[in-house]
């Protein structure tokens, strides 16, 4: 147990400033997180069920993550907070910011508001005093802590006692700060059983998982990116262990042609009638399947061409997002792309082209090999395919994502508690250690 712990302000790998230095006693207590107010207790805790012991903790640190809003861009008070509250833990942590603010935000930030992940690289146990020095982190537990939009305040069910079935709901309330919350105390639980060893475990909780995984390709890239055995990604499964998700492309497909007076089509070329013949045959075409990750499908999200019911288009975009179920992670994209790009040729090589979003990739396989697990496919894109290595990927976290980015967010208290005891037998089992 280390009696001062600190956070430290990174900007790309080097120490700036020891923002916040807090002695502390009992580490493994639940403490006020520093620079929040304490939410206001809960009035009643069911005692018919067998509670965890843990569950206070765990839903206080969940509402307290909930109610900070931290939409992808804006996620420098959830960050601070989230340092603060793990410092407060006994853990070493610091704040690793990512070059700049996401670009194309729609947020207004002021300039001084650095978007950073926030890092936990030797966990504090009562052990490690004993224990030689620290050696490298065997496993990475990672979730991210930015959300979607809106913003929609917490709120918990307290029409009855608050017991497993207790309704929880909130922008992030399942993606992803329930596994954050899950994963920070599976990770305490295991340290003050004595059940692992400080120094093996790594936490990581990104920004911009939502948007462009600017938050882990920035922690992949620098030096905190160890040789890590395994990582484990927080995202909702269900509780299920995830095999792995679908890819993703982000394609433009354009269509160029010649205006004209739309009484005399011969004169021009429509831009519109050929994309929504390409179109078509997108839509009809098989992309590829996979026995894990189902059908390739194809989702025309945005379609836009010429200026005047009476004027021959000249231009017209549509942009597809494609989900990848063939090929692996670095082959999917180009099976993918040279079906498309015989249709295009096919319906009108002159006229069409296409332009894909970088930062695309082919299924990604996750292990879900471990006893006592159900299994899932997803079809949602994940910072899996962001963290750099040779590490096996696991994929595991509490609540659905089909409420996930809903008005409807929301997740039971048993979904927690069992993500809780879900992280703790994945981390085991990584780290080989009995249950
Ligand atoms: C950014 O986050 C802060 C803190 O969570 C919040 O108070 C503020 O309203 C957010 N700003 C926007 C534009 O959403
Ligand atoms: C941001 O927007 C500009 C102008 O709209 C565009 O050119 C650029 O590609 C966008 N960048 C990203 C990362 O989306
Ligand atoms: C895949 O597509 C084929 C042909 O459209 C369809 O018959 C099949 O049900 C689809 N499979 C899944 C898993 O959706
Ligand atoms: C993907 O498949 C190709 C060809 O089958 C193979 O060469 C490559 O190593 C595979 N990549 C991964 C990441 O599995």
Same mark, same amino acid.
């Not at 916040?20 to 620079?35: A, D, E, I, N, T």
């Not at 839509?283 to 999200?301: E, I, K, P, Q, W």
């Not at 082919?362 to 963290?387: A, K, M």
């Given at each position: 147990?280390?009696?001062?712990?600190?956070?430290?302000?990174?900007?790309?790998?080097?120490?700036?400033?020891?923002?916040?230095?807090?002695?502390?006693?009992?580490?493994?207590?639940?403490?006020?997180?520093?620079?929040?107010?304490?939410?206001?207790?809960?009035? @009643?805790?069911?005692?018919?069920?067998?509670?965890?012991?843990? @569950?206070?903790?765990?839903?206080?640190?969940?509402?307290?993550?909930?109610?900070?809003?931290?939409?992808?861009?804006?996620?420098?008070?959830?960050?601070?907070?989230?340092?603060?509250?793990?410092?407060?833990?006994?853990?070493?942590?610091?704040?690793?910011?990512?070059?700049?603010?996401?670009?194309?935000?729609?947020?207004?930030?002021?300039?001084?508001?650095?978007?950073?992940?926030?890092?936990?690289?030797?966990?504090?146990?009562?052990?490690?005093?004993?224990?030689?020095?620290?050696?490298?982190?065997?496993?990475?537990?990672?979730?991210?802590?930015?959300?979607?939009?809106?913003?929609?305040?917490?709120?918990?069910?307290?029409?009855?006692?608050?017991?497993?079935?207790?309704?929880?709901?909130?922008?992030?309330?399942?993606? &992803?700060?329930?596994?954050?919350?899950?994963?920070?105390?599976?990770?305490?639980?295991?340290? &003050?059983?004595?059940?692992?060893?400080?120094?093996?475990?790594?936490?990581?909780?990104?920004?911009?998982?939502?948007?462009?995984?600017?938050?882990?390709?920035?922690?992949?890239?620098?030096?905190?990116?160890?040789?890590?055995?395994?990582?484990?990604?927080?995202?909702?499964?269900?509780?299920?262990?995830?095999?792995?998700?679908?890819?993703?492309?982000?394609?433009?497909?354009?269509?160029?042609?010649?205006?004209?007076?739309?009484?005399?089509?011969?004169?021009?070329?429509?831009?519109?009638?050929?994309?929504?013949?390409?179109?078509?045959?997108?839509?009809?075409?098989?992309?590829?399947?996979?026995?894990?990750?189902?059908?390739?499908?194809?989702?025309?999200?945005?379609?836009?061409?010429?200026?005047?019911?009476?004027?021959?288009? @000249?231009?017209?975009?549509?942009?597809?997002?494609?989900?990848?179920?063939?090929?692996?992670?670095?082959?999917?994209?180009?099976?993918?792309?040279?079906?498309?790009?015989?249709?295009?040729?096919?319906?009108?090589?002159?006229?069409?082209?296409?332009?894909?979003?970088?930062?695309?990739?082919?299924?990604?396989?996750?292990?879900?090999?471990?006893?006592?697990?159900?299994?899932?496919?997803?079809?949602?894109?994940?910072?899996?395919?962001?963290?750099?290595?040779?590490?096996?990927?696991?994929?595991?976290?509490?609540?659905?994502?089909?409420?996930?980015?809903?008005?409807?967010?929301?997740? @039971?208290?048993?979904?927690?508690?069992?993500?809780?005891?879900?992280?703790?037998?994945?981390?085991?089992?990584?780290?080989?250690?009995?249950?």
């Amino acid at each position: 147990m280390k009696s001062l712990s600190r956070l430290l302000l990174l900007v790309g790998g080097a120490a700036l400033t020891t923002a916040v230095s807090r002695r502390h006693h009992k580490p493994l207590q639940q403490q006020h997180p520093l620079g929040v107010s304490s939410l206001p207790e809960y009035s @009643r805790y069911s005692t018919s069920d067998a509670a965890p012991s843990y @569950r206070k903790t765990l839903l206080d640190l969940h509402r307290n993550l909930i109610s900070i809003p931290s939409v992808s861009g804006n996620e420098t008070t959830v960050a601070s907070w989230l340092a603060d509250y793990l410092t407060s833990q006994g853990h070493t942590t610091s704040l690793q910011c990512v070059d700049s603010p996401s670009s194309n935000s729609t947020m207004v930030l002021a300039k001084s508001s650095l978007r950073c992940n926030v890092v936990v690289r030797s966990l504090s146990s009562q052990s490690s005093s004993a224990s030689p020095a620290p050696h490298l982190a065997r496993v990475l537990v990672s979730s991210h802590i930015d959300v979607v939009p809106p913003y929609i305040p917490y709120a918990i069910d307290t029409s009855d006692e608050i017991g497993p079935d207790t309704l929880i709901s909130g922008r992030g309330s399942v993606d &992803a700060k329930a596994s954050v919350a899950a994963q920070i105390v599976a990770v305490d639980q295991l340290l &003050a059983s004595n059940e692992i060893d400080g120094d093996d475990v790594m936490l990581l909780f990104v920004v911009g998982e939502e948007t462009t995984g600017d938050g882990m390709l920035s922690f992949s890239s620098s030096s905190d990116n160890q040789k890590f055995e395994a990582a484990i990604f927080g995202e909702p499964t269900e509780n299920k262990l995830a095999c792995g998700h679908k890819g993703i492309g982000l394609v433009t497909v354009s269509a160029q042609g010649k205006a004209g007076h739309s009484g005399y089509p011969w004169l021009g070329k429509s831009a519109t009638e050929v994309l929504a013949r390409a179109i078509v045959k997108i839509l009809d075409a098989d992309f590829g399947c996979s026995d894990r990750f189902g059908n390739t499908t194809v989702n025309v999200g945005r379609m836009e061409g010429g200026v005047a019911a009476n004027v021959i288009a @000249r231009d017209a975009v549509a942009r597809l997002a494609i989900r990848i179920a063939t090929g692996n992670r670095t082959t999917g994209v180009e099976i993918v792309r040279e079906k498309l790009e015989k249709i295009l040729e096919e319906t009108d090589g002159e006229a069409l082209s296409m332009e894909w979003l970088p930062g695309g990739y082919g299924p990604i396989e996750c292990n879900c090999d471990v006893d006592g697990f159900e299994t899932i496919g997803v079809n949602y894109g994940t910072d899996v395919p962001h963290l750099s290595g040779d590490h096996v990927s696991y994929l595991y976290g509490p609540g659905s994502i089909l409420v996930a980015h809903g008005d409807d967010e929301a997740l @039971r208290v048993r979904d927690l508690e069992t993500a809780v005891e879900g992280y703790k037998t994945l981390i085991k089992h990584v780290l080989k250690k009995a249950d």
